[in-house]
């Protein structure tokens, strides 16, 4: 709906799931109540949002109807575990296995859940059951009417057997209208545990919401009454204010009428006294029109809020408010500051004022990053004006090129940009919304390898570094860049329906990297080698550089081995030990290579070669586990049973040509090894390709299986993983025998290796390794995954929404507008974490930069002493030892600056000057440029020059002519220390070695 006019039949409304009302000021209260109410009224309710954006205050109200069943209100996936023993009592009480709980109790009091697999009492696999109290490894079983549950009478339990999982139970919710609502938002009667109708989104505002209510009623009774005021019209201001003030008096007069029994669940929004000053501001600028930052953060709201129609996520219920009043002046500018320059910035002029429009026009701001993220954030950019002054650009760089599975999130992005640089393709896109802004585009990556580009003079050209990144390393290195060259950084990122703020603000507010994001703890390779119990583990084995199975190993090492071995044969087999440690991997590579080089180069020895690695795979590497670990076999160490728990035990697949999986892997597993032996293809595209099929694999000799001598390691927890399977007998005189018969010549032997690509659905990767996990899986009795799943888990896709980008990039430009105000006082910005699915919102203060005394590496160094002492107060000998900061109290954004193209001994002078301590080693990236070893060599270099000693050792990473600074770590020592042993940690030093 546009016009105010537009007449709106039922009939054009009927055939609607949702209807969104992104301009509620265009239509009068009546009109929109009645759109509301009409549909309420709708057999299948039809969702109702309204969501509006005057100037510096945003505000979406949602009407699901009166009853809305969520079949998953908070879209995670439901806890499960791995049982290790059910008691037989009552109530029968669960103990999990240690590996479900290590990170606490997975299942909550009275969640409903249910068993399986369950050896012993097996009646438990039948119906559901509730959690009833609970500990970090047990919880007692209840029945869903909340009895235990006595497992007494039933057969003992076979300890290690079985799974728990929750199950999930749809919601109802109960949803008011929008004239209900306006009145009476909070303490309405509910269905079930349902939260206040006006969400706290702040607690730094923790009342906000209940005095921008009022404010928002006002503003929606005085539509298409009176029009909005604006920062040039100030008296319009008090009529609204006067609604404000009536609508309050109002409610409390009404509220005073009640009964005390009825207040909770029928007295009107009121307030105890109007926060005029809050108030009147934001109403004197909600003419000025739309904001860029809070259209971007309430589309990404709505968009999500539409999603939820089916049923996926619980609804907001039902208010939504959210003001920037902390970005507007802290007094009213003067009337020509306000005034619109017929722009597409207007709106922005009427908030910030025109000083703050040009500053942001002149500003140089780089984004690292030009993925899901940093395309919402470049359009803002591009719709704020951000850098389109003289003075002003924007710089983006991003290495990575367009995939087609970018397109439904990255929608700078269009399918004719399909494997070009997404730096280029979001510049041009920038450029086209906005024909003055000044971009360059860059596909460097950020790092120590490419400082010749982002040299010490491009950092501190700049004003603002945000970064839109997804991994660890590239933002920790923007960090420390931004930290030496006192640069402000926004800092941000999404996971699904969630996503995170940070602000960091040189020398006033934490770095980035001062603390640390939890990271997800990855699978032991032995459980994905040898003991999967998840598809997850299956699809690891179906991808993994390190398996033998797997798509990279198969298609892409393998065949890197054989393009090394001919160019130089001789120096590949020279260097084999070293390589490869293990003789059953230089047998397997050997193998590899000799059947390249001597076998037939068809592809119906690709069948071939197919069918006989499903039979090694999925067959004969079973029964050889089998064969170390029979299925009664017990562990050693606990006296239970080895396959229980968490080890599932595994039965070998039999060949099946009528069986769609298994000839899935062979269609697959030969047509790519046809493609990078460069033999044509055969696809399964028609019955006669089928039977062309099955008639080569019946032509295959499949050896029949001896099991091989040797050891197994038990993939306990004590192992390591890379060590679960020990050498068996015979591979040493298999490698001999192959390198015996190699063919030595070099010749142009072309070879293709292929990487994994998930987004080409006709290049046999994605089904290749959906087959091969699924077969695994097979093996050890687990479901199997869909291809999808195996596609997002295999491909490492991120899950990025284009709802959670939005909302975020919005609150990105809000801090980015308060830094270009000039503002540097934390308590004015927001650190923020919040969950768009299921409405968890949290923002607090930025914190203060922390001294380095609290940084992890100094932690870990105390913890490290700490063992040490334990030992040698075991032997009976006393150790003291310290770990102190030098100076005390320095922080992430103190560096130790000297001047002069200076040698070694120069600067053991300066820090034995300003510390009063001695250095033991210099160095740069991990490397030592000098150390105290008493050598000749290293007392040589201390008459050197630092920078001749880089050049020297670092040839292949000549210093840019704009490089000034080489960041040197130090070590230092006390010589008068009484410590047994001591660390000291002192700031990086910074050797300004050109002016």
Same mark, same amino acid.
């Given at each position: 709906?546009?016009?105010?006019?537009?007449?709106?039949?039922?009939?054009?409304?009927?055939?609607?799931?949702?209807?969104?009302?992104?301009?509620?000021?265009?239509?009068?209260?009546?009109?929109?109540?009645?759109?509301?109410?009409?549909?309420?009224?709708?057999?299948?309710?039809?969702?109702?949002?309204?969501?509006?954006?005057?100037?510096?205050?945003?505000?979406?109200?949602?009407?699901?109807?009166?009853?809305?069943?969520?079949?998953?209100?908070?879209? /995670?996936?439901?806890?499960?575990?791995?049982?290790?023993?059910?008691?037989?009592?009552?109530?029968?009480?669960?103990?999990?296995?240690?590996?479900?709980?290590?990170?606490?109790?997975?299942?909550?009091?009275?969640?409903?859940?249910?068993?399986?697999?369950?050896?012993?009492?097996?009646?438990?696999?039948?119906?559901?059951?509730?959690?009833?109290?609970?500990?970090?490894?047990?919880?007692?079983?209840?029945?869903?009417?909340?009895?235990?549950?006595?497992?007494?009478?039933?057969?003992?339990?076979?300890?290690?057997?079985?799974?728990?999982?929750?199950?999930?139970?749809?919601?109802?919710?109960?949803?008011?209208?929008?004239?209900?609502?306006?009145?009476?938002?909070?303490?309405?009667?509910?269905?079930?545990?349902?939260?206040?109708?006006?969400?706290?989104?702040?607690?730094?505002?923790?009342?906000?919401?209940?005095?921008?209510?009022?404010?928002?009623?006002?503003?929606?009774?005085?539509?298409?009454?009176?029009?909005?005021?604006?920062?040039?019209?100030?008296?319009?201001?008090?009529?609204?204010?006067?609604?404000?003030?009536?609508?309050?008096?109002?409610?409390?007069?009404?509220?005073?009428?009640?009964?005390?029994?009825?207040?909770?669940?029928?007295?009107?929004? @009121?307030?105890?006294?109007?926060?005029?000053?809050?108030?009147?501001?934001?109403?004197?600028?909600?003419?000025?029109?739309?904001? @860029?930052?809070?259209?971007?953060?309430?589309?990404?709201?709505?968009?999500?809020?539409?999603?939820?129609?089916?049923?996926?996520?619980?609804?907001? $219920?039902?208010?939504?408010?959210?003001?920037?009043?902390?970005?507007?002046?802290?007094?009213?500018?003067?009337?020509?500051?306000?005034?619109?320059?017929?722009?597409?910035?207007?709106?922005?002029?009427?908030?910030?004022? /025109?000083?703050?429009?040009?500053?942001?026009?002149?500003?140089?701001?780089?984004?690292?990053?030009?993925?899901?993220?940093?395309?919402?954030?470049?359009?803002?950019?591009?719709?704020?004006?951000?850098?389109?002054?003289?003075?002003?650009?924007?710089?983006?760089?991003?290495?990575?090129?367009?995939?087609?599975?970018?397109?439904?999130?990255?929608?700078?992005?269009?399918?004719?940009?399909?494997?070009?640089?997404?730096?280029?393709?979001?510049? /041009?896109?920038?450029?086209?919304?906005?024909?003055?802004?000044?971009?360059?585009?860059?596909?460097?990556?950020?790092?120590?390898?490419?400082?010749?580009?982002?040299?010490?003079?491009?950092?501190?050209?700049?004003?603002?570094?945000?970064?839109?990144?997804?991994?660890?390393?590239?933002?920790?290195?923007?960090?420390?860049?931004?930290?030496?060259?006192?640069?402000?950084?926004?800092?941000?990122?999404?996971?699904?329906?969630?996503?995170?703020?940070?602000?960091?603000?040189?020398?006033?507010?934490?770095?980035?990297?001062?603390?640390?994001?939890?990271?997800?703890?990855?699978?032991?390779?032995?459980?994905?080698?040898?003991?999967?119990?998840?598809?997850?583990?299956?699809?690891?084995?179906?991808?993994?550089?390190?398996?033998?199975?797997?798509?990279?190993?198969?298609?892409?090492?393998?065949?890197?081995?054989?393009?090394?071995?001919?160019?130089?044969?001789?120096?590949?087999?020279?260097?084999?030990?070293?390589?490869?440690?293990?003789?059953?991997?230089?047998?397997?590579?050997?193998?590899?290579?000799?059947?390249?080089?001597?076998?037939?180069?068809?592809?119906?020895?690709?069948?071939?070669?197919?069918?006989?690695?499903?039979?090694?795979?999925? $067959?004969?590497?079973?029964?050889?586990?089998?064969?170390?670990?029979?299925?009664?076999?017990?562990?050693?160490?606990?006296?239970?049973?080895?396959?229980?728990?968490?080890?599932?035990?595994?039965?070998?697949?039999?060949?099946?040509?009528?069986?769609?999986?298994?000839?899935?892997?062979?269609?697959?597993?030969?047509?790519?090894?046809?493609?990078?032996?460069?033999?044509?293809? $055969?696809?399964?595209?028609?019955?006669?390709?089928?039977?062309?099929?099955?008639?080569?694999?019946?032509?295959?000799?499949?050896?029949?299986?001896?099991?091989?001598?040797?050891?197994?390691?038990? !993939?306990?927890?004590?192992?390591?993983?890379?060590?679960?399977?020990?050498?068996?007998?015979?591979?040493?005189?298999?490698?001999?025998?192959?390198?015996?018969?190699?063919? &030595?010549?070099?010749?142009?032997?072309?070879?293709?290796?292929?990487?994994?690509?998930?987004?080409?659905?006709?290049?046999?990767?994605?089904?290749?390794?959906?087959?091969?996990?699924?077969?695994?899986?097979?093996?050890?009795?687990?479901?199997? !995954?869909?291809?999808?799943?195996?596609?997002?888990?295999?491909?490492?896709?991120?899950?990025?929404?284009?709802?959670?980008?939005?909302?975020?990039?919005?609150?990105?430009?809000?801090?980015?507008?308060?830094?270009?105000?000039?503002?540097?006082?934390?308590? &004015?910005?927001?650190?923020?974490?919040?969950?768009?699915?299921?409405?968890?919102?949290?923002?607090?203060?930025?914190?203060?930069?922390?001294?380095?005394?609290?940084?992890?590496?100094? /932690?870990?160094?105390?913890?490290?002493?700490?063992?040490?002492?334990?030992?040698?107060?075991?032997?009976?000998?006393?150790?003291?030892?310290?770990?102190?900061?030098?100076?005390?109290?320095?922080?992430?954004?103190?560096?130790?600056?000297?001047?002069?193209?200076?040698?070694?001994?120069?600067?053991?002078?300066?820090?034995?000057?300003?510390?009063?301590?001695?250095?033991?080693?210099?160095? $740069?990236?991990?490397?030592?440029?000098?150390?105290?070893?008493?050598?000749?060599?290293?007392?040589?270099?201390?008459?050197?020059?630092?920078?001749?000693?880089?050049?020297?050792?670092?040839?292949?990473?000549?210093?840019?002519?704009?490089?000034?600074?080489?960041?040197?770590?130090?070590?230092?020592?006390?010589?008068?220390?009484?410590?047994?042993?001591?660390?000291?940690?002192?700031?990086?030093?910074?050797?300004?070695?050109?002016?």
């Amino acid at each position: 709906m546009t016009e105010p006019d537009t007449k709106i039949e039922p009939s054009f409304l009927a055939p609607f799931s949702v209807v969104v009302v992104a301009d509620p000021f265009q239509f009068s209260l009546d009109q929109l109540c009645f759109l509301d109410e009409y549909c309420r009224l709708q057999a299948d309710p039809i969702a109702f949002i309204m969501a509006g954006a005057p100037g510096p205050l945003g505000f979406v109200f949602c009407d699901f109807g009166p009853r809305f069943v969520v079949d998953d209100p908070d879209g /995670r996936d439901p806890p499960s575990a791995i049982i290790s023993m059910i008691s037989s009592e009552s109530p029968a009480v669960v103990t999990l296995a240690e590996e479900s709980v290590q990170l606490g109790m997975p299942f909550e009091e009275g969640q409903i859940i249910k068993f399986s697999e369950v050896q012993g009492p097996a009646v438990l696999n039948q119906g559901t059951f509730k959690i009833g109290t609970t500990t970090r490894l047990t919880f007692t079983i209840l029945t869903e009417d909340d009895e235990p549950l006595d497992t007494s009478a039933l057969p003992h339990h076979e300890f290690g057997s079985g799974r728990v999982n929750a199950i999930k139970r749809p919601k109802m919710m109960q949803f008011h209208s929008l004239r209900e609502s306006l009145e009476t938002p909070c303490h309405q009667p509910v269905i079930g545990n349902l939260p206040d109708s006006l969400l706290i989104t702040d607690f730094r505002k923790f009342f906000n919401s209940q005095q921008l209510h009022l404010l928002v009623h006002a503003m929606l009774q005085a539509s298409g009454v009176q029009q909005l005021p604006t920062p040039v019209t100030p008296q319009r201001v008090e009529p609204i204010m006067d609604r404000v003030r009536q609508i309050n008096t109002d409610a409390k007069r009404f509220n005073e009428q009640l009964p005390a029994e009825w207040r909770r669940v029928a007295q009107k929004h @009121c307030v105890d006294e109007i926060d005029d000053k809050t108030l009147s501001r934001l109403a004197l600028h909600a003419g000025a029109g739309v904001l @860029c930052p809070l259209a971007a953060l309430l589309g990404g709201i709505v968009g999500q809020e539409v999603i939820k129609r089916t049923g996926k996520f619980a609804p907001l $219920h039902q208010w939504f408010h959210w003001d920037l009043s902390e970005i507007l002046s802290d007094e009213v500018l003067p009337t020509e500051e306000y005034q619109p320059l017929s722009s597409r910035y207007d709106a922005q002029i009427g908030v910030f004022g /025109r000083t703050v429009q040009e500053k942001m026009n002149a500003l140089q701001v780089f984004m690292v990053g030009a993925g899901a993220l940093g395309c919402e954030l470049a359009k803002g950019f591009a719709m704020m004006g951000v850098g389109v002054g003289p003075q002003g650009k924007v710089t983006i760089t991003d290495m990575d090129t367009i995939e087609k599975s970018n397109l439904n999130r990255q929608f700078l992005f269009r399918p004719m940009d399909i494997g070009k640089p997404k730096s280029t393709a979001a510049a /041009r896109a920038m450029c086209e919304m906005n024909s003055t802004l000044n971009v360059e585009s860059l596909t460097t990556p950020v790092g120590p390898s490419t400082e010749r580009t982002f040299h010490d003079e491009f950092w501190p050209a700049l004003d603002i570094v945000v970064n839109a990144l997804d991994n660890v390393d590239a933002r920790q290195y923007v960090d420390r860049r931004c930290a030496f060259f006192k640069r402000p950084l926004l800092e941000s990122g999404t996971t699904g329906t969630m996503c995170n703020l940070q602000v960091i603000i040189p020398g006033k507010t934490e770095a980035y990297s001062d603390s640390q994001d939890f990271a997800q703890e990855g699978v032991p390779m032995c459980t994905v080698r040898n003991f999967p119990n998840t598809i997850e583990h299956c699809i690891e084995w179906a991808i993994s550089d390190e398996t033998i199975g797997s798509f990279n190993m198969l298609f892409k090492l393998v065949p890197s081995e054989i393009l090394s071995y001919t160019q130089d044969p001789e120096k590949f087999l020279k260097e084999l030990n070293t390589r490869m440690p293990l003789k059953s991997q230089q047998r397997a590579i050997l193998e590899s290579i000799h059947q390249a080089l001597t076998g037939p180069r068809t592809f119906e020895s690709c069948i071939e070669w197919a069918r006989l690695k499903f039979q090694e795979l999925f $067959h004969n590497e079973i029964l050889q586990l089998l064969y170390f670990h029979p299925a009664d076999s017990m562990n050693a160490s606990t006296g239970q049973k080895f396959w229980a728990g968490s080890k599932r035990l595994p039965h070998p697949v039999i060949f099946d040509t009528e069986n769609f999986q298994h000839m899935q892997f062979v269609h697959c597993a030969a047509n790519l090894r046809a493609h990078y032996l460069n033999i044509p293809e $055969h696809r399964i595209a028609s019955d006669a390709d089928l039977e062309y099929f099955k008639q080569a694999l019946a032509n295959v000799p499949v050896p029949h299986f001896e099991p091989r001598t040797g050891s197994l390691g038990s !993939g306990g927890e004590e192992e390591d993983e890379g060590n679960a399977v020990a050498e068996l007998d015979g591979e040493g005189e298999a490698v001999e025998q192959l390198i015996a018969t190699l063919p &030595r010549a070099q010749g142009a032997f072309t070879v293709r290796p292929i990487k994994f690509e998930k987004d080409d659905d006709t290049n046999f990767h994605v089904d290749y390794c959906t087959a091969a996990a699924n077969l695994r899986g097979e093996c050890y009795t687990i479901a199997p !995954g869909d291809r999808m799943f195996v596609k997002t888990t295999a491909g490492r896709i991120i899950p990025a929404l284009a709802t959670t980008t939005a909302l975020v990039t919005g609150l990105v430009l809000t801090q980015l507008v308060q830094l270009v105000q000039g503002r540097r006082d934390p308590a &004015r910005f927001a650190n923020g974490s919040l969950n768009i699915a299921n409405h968890v919102w949290g923002f607090s203060e930025p914190l203060n930069a922390p001294t380095f005394d609290k940084n992890a590496l100094f /932690r870990a160094e105390i913890e490290k002493y700490q063992k040490d002492k334990a030992e040698y107060e075991k032997a009976g000998c006393p150790y003291e030892f310290s770990v102190r900061c030098v100076p005390e109290g320095w922080t992430s954004y103190d560096f130790v600056v000297l001047e002069g193209d200076l040698t070694v001994a120069e600067i053991i002078a300066e820090l034995q000057a300003k510390f009063h301590l001695d250095a033991k080693l210099i160095g $740069h990236n991990s490397k030592a440029l000098w150390y105290e070893a008493g050598s000749a060599t290293m007392e040589a270099r201390k008459a050197r020059k630092v920078i001749d000693l880089y050049n020297e050792l670092f040839a292949d990473k000549p210093l840019a002519p704009q490089q000034k600074f080489v960041l040197l770590e130090v070590e230092m020592e006390d010589p008068e220390s009484e410590f047994d042993a001591e660390t000291i940690f002192t700031p990086p030093v910074a050797l300004k070695f050109r002016a």
